[in-house]
């Protein structure tokens, strides 16, 4: 597997695996695990997506 140099700088290479992220009503983004459901994190500091995580797409109502 290909990494991309220099190694050790502390940034991570591609995409968190088994998590995904959504939107909440109130604007802010919310990390939840993809097997189980149950949510991680909150971001409150801005309203902007978690950085490597995944979208979900959103659900329609009917």
Request: aromatic residues 6%; without cysteine.
């Amino acid at each position: 597997m290909a990494t991309n140099p220099p190694k050790g700088d502390g940034h991570r290479n591609g995409v968190v695996r088994d998590r995904s992220q959504t939107k909440t009503p109130s604007g802010n983004y919310v990390k939840r695990y993809t097997d189980t459901g149950r949510f991680m994190d909150v971001k409150t500091s801005d309203k902007t997506p978690f950085k490597g995580v995944r979208k979900e797409k959103p659900r329609g109502n009917g």
